[in-house]
Structure formats: C-alpha cells, structure tokens
C-alpha cells in the first residue's frame, strides 16, 4: 500500500471505533505472525468488541489474492469463485459467489492503523468458508481451514483423495458380506448390494439398486420386492424430492420427509469437500477453544498414522491391522458418515437411501465391542478415465463368527 494518504484522514478514520488491545489469531492451531513482507507488523486486534486483521495478510493465508486501488482505499480479494470487496470506512462489503454478489453490514468496518488496514477477521474467514471460533480465556480467534485436514489425507493417500474429489457422471458400488460361522459352515451365508448412480443434471441422479444373498434376511427382503429398486431424487437448497417406480418402494415413501433435516441429513448436495470434513469432524465453533482443537487436531493425526500407506504414481494402498485405529475416541467418530450430504454422486446416494429406506447406523463403540479383531485393506487405482476403490474389511468375534466385507467404488 502506497503511504501516501495524509495523517489527518488515517485519524479520522479511526475516532469512531474502540481500542480493545492486541489478540492473538490461529490458523489450523498455529499462531499467525502478522509481520509483513517489509518487516512491519501490525498485529490483530478487538476493536468495537470485533477481532480486526491485516487485510492482505490474512486474505494470502487463506489462499486469496489480493489487488488494492489506492484512489477508492478499496480492496479486492479473490479465490476461486469467490471473490470480496472491501473499502476503508465502509461498513458496507460485497461477496460474489458463482456470479451472485450481496451486500453484507460489517460489524466493524474497515479501518487504518499504522497505515495498514484491518478487517473483520470473521467476515473473511466466513466468506472463504472458513469456520471461526472465540476463546475468551486465551483471547485468541480461531480459525479452521477444513483443507487442512483434507491435505492431510492428500499426503498419506493421494490417489484416495483424487477419488473422494472426482466429480464424475456415473458411479458404481458393489458390496459383498459374506458371514462365516467358524464351528459350523452350514451356517455360512452371503449377501451382495449393487448400485449404480446417474446424474442427470447438476441437482438430480437416479440411483438403481439390486440385492441378493444366501441369508434370511436377503432371502426375505428380495421376496418382500425389494431385489431390485430405483429412486430418481432432485436436490435443491431446502431437501429433496424423489419418486420411484418401485411398487413397495413407492408405498413407503408416501408418508416420508423430504427436507434434509428432517431426514437427519447433515450438510446440503452442493457442498463442498471442506464442508463435507467439517460435517465429518462435527465442530461446534461454541465448544472448541485452543486446547480441544489441538487435541482434535492431534486424534486425526494419530487416527492418519494409525494405517500404513504405499502409494505409486496411480495407486494407493491402505492397510490396517490394529483395531484401534477405528477408534477415534472422544472428538472423532469415523463411521458417523452415513448421514453426511455434500457435492458427490456416490456420498448423496448412499446418505438419501440409507436415511429413506435403512435408516442404519454404526458406531465406533458398538463396532469394536461386537468385533474387537478388525483388519482392513483399502486399495484405490486410477485406470485410464475412472479411479476404483477396493475395500476388504475383515471382521472376528469372541464367538467363532467372521464377517469378511468386499466394497467396490468406480467412478
């Protein structure tokens, strides 16, 4: 920024706020060091009981880029479809979204100290789909970047992270249970679930199902009709909407909700893969403080590291021979995914089903008391256009009973 504004209008700029001291501001647990590239600092501050920031500090940390036009004392940030306007002085900002812009009231407008300009910390962070936190105790702001957890799953599995990204037009998922009785194999018994997922459009997908097996209760379940069903849904911002000409299907979803909380759905179709961990980590900005963050920080690295990894150029292979790293303790439950929505066909038809017609759920507990011997392998290649996930998942009780999972993922 050009120094070139006189003293006068810096004052003025500044004799209708409040001076509440220096705070201090995290990203993902780490202190923010507000010193600029010239060696200048200007650090964080409450002003007007708002955590205020240096405007292109805090937008280059959060991935923004930043222009500024000295004749309007108007800055510009953007990131990818996103993009911001802020002027010193007023109270008034615009966000552009996808080609919408709004205008939002600021709590605390845009103000000059030592010649650089601090901004809502919250509004930035807010508008770059970050979420923030409050810890009174430790006057500190923080903030939490769920690309931070997702690069982490980069790091360790890259090509899984490729398929959890891919946005592709048609899925495929394949799962087989296949039940061992250890002491007497007539007993044994399989069952197979086949989907597939079409999307139609950027709102809508028609997901077909079939199901067989040995056991009674797919043996019952094909026989009741339900061996082979479709659902067309359509997504939109308030739930969904779906029919099916599946004849006993189409009978219970007569009286069924169609709002996403209603359906215990969390999250909405079009959000994004930080969404999508933020719903998975489920954190309450009213509950985390620095400590309880840093330990949730610190359970999702030890759950990382709790697997080994081999990866080549194409593939990744995950693999787990230790049961604890399916418990993820206190802040981290990892099988509480089957009602999280976001902007992916495989996740959306797997949530919409199992909450429309299974209404199923596994918890980590209830998972490691009726098996307390787990191994797992998970392998994820990318061939020509279409990444697949393999999963084999084995699982034995106190009681001579083996259930061996084989899940299949194209897309």
Known sequence: MKKFLLTFLAVLSISTVTFAGNVSVQLNGEIINFTDSNGQRVDAQLINNRTMVPLRKIFELLGATVDWDDATQTAYATKGDTSIKLQIDNPIAEVTENGVTRKVTLDSKPVLVNWRTLVPLR??????????????????????????????????????????????????????????????????????????????????????????????LFKEIVSEGWGSIDLDITYNE???????????????????????????LTGKYNDSLGDMMK????????????????????????????????????TSTIKINNEQALIAGKYIDITDFDNVIFNDEIMKAYSVVNKLIFNYDVK???????????????NVSEITDSID????????NDYNEKVVYNVKVSK
């Open 364 to 378: 980590n507990d209830e998972l490691i008391y009726d098996y307390p011997t787990i191994n797992a392998t998970i």
């Open 279 to 314: 719903s998975l980590l489920n954190i309450n900005e009213n509950n985390i403080n620095v400590a309880t963050f840093m330990n949730i920080k610190n359970e999702f690295d030890s759950l990382l590291n709790s697997f080994t990894y081999s990866n080549t150029t194409s």
């Open 123 to 216: 509004f930035i962070s807010e508008s770059l789909g970050k979420q923030v936190a409050w810890d009174n105790a430790n006057q500190t702001a923080i903030i939490i970047d769920y690309d931070y957890f997702l690069n982490k799953i980069n790091q360790k599995a890259p090509m899984l992270y490729k398929l959890i990204a891919k946005d592709s037009s048609t899925s495929r998922i394949t799962i087989t249970r296949n039940y061992y009785d250890l002491s007497n194999s007539a007993y044994n018994t399989t069952s197979n679930v086949y989907g597939t997922i079409f999307k139609n459009s950027d709102n809508s997908q028609t997901i077909m199902v079939d199901l067989s097996g040995t056991s009674e």
């Open 238 to 264: 308030n739930g969904i909407t779906y029919s099916t000409t599946s004849t006993i299907l189409n009978q219970m979803l007569t009286n069924k909700s169609n709002t996403y909380k209603e359906l215990e």
């Open 389 to 396: 996930l393999e999963m084999n998942i084995e699982l034995i």
